[in-house]
């Protein structure tokens, strides 16, 4: 599959984008795999164990294992609560956008500043489903001046296409998006019924 096949999903999703210097290329896959902090390497770790545990856990009769069923889940609120704290400190409010839409080969979203067609990029997605961040590289793909809205100065809309992610991670991706498209649904369903009734 190409990195064109994976659908986007519009959510807004916290992200860092630092752009990388002129001078500055990014790193090779080796170099990339060395350079990942440790808390996206052991969110990436968790998120892999989360899936096994997830799919032992729906094999089971509620009735027959409810204690050993919350327990457990007890157990991984509490690993995602500090994987939350530890990812929190990587973090920068300097360079902290949002998304405008995201999938597991890229994402757009608003900057006051434009970065050029071919420029790279080092970024860090935050997501809440599953609870998580990532660390990979990006390229810009399109850049697009918005129209100024009322007093506020023009928006750029870019587009940037990852360049370094871990397999793992785009699987994640993958399943955030689906996760957003899914409550999109829902979203929809639900007020056309209320406009129905």
């Known amino acids: 599959m190409s990195q064109d096949e994976y659908f986007s999903v519009r959510a807004a999703i916290r992200i860092n984008v630092e752009p990388l210097q002129d001078s500055q290329a990014q790193p090779d896959a080796d170099a990339f795999m060395a350079e990942i902090p440790a808390p996206f390497r052991v969110a990436s770790q968790c998120g892999q164990v989360d899936n096994a545990v997830e799919k032992e856990l729906q094999s089971l009769d509620p009735d027959d294992a409810s204690a050993l069923y919350r327990i457990l889940q007890a157990q991984n609120e509490k690993i995602t ?14 360079q902290r956008f949002t998304t405008h839409t995201f999938g597991a080969s890229s994402f757009a979203y608003l900057s006051p500043a434009p970065l050029k067609h071919g420029d790279h990029a080092r970024v860090k997605l935050f997501l809440d489903f599953p609870p998580t961040a990532i660390y990979c590289y ?33 699987d994640t991706l993958i399943r955030a998006a689906l996760h957003h498209q899914q409550k999109l649904l829902r979203k929809r369903a639900l007020n056309r019924k209320k406009s129905s009734s």
């Not at 609560?81 to 300097?94: A, F, I, K, N, T």
């Open 81 to 94: 609560l500090m994987m939350g704290y530890m990812l929190s400190q990587e973090d920068d409010p300097s």
């Open 138 to 170: 990006g390229v810009v793909t399109h850049c697009e001046e918005k129209a100024p809205d009322g007093d506020h100065p023009p928006q750029y809309l870019i587009q940037i296409q990852y360049t370094r992610l871990l397999e793992d991670d785009r």
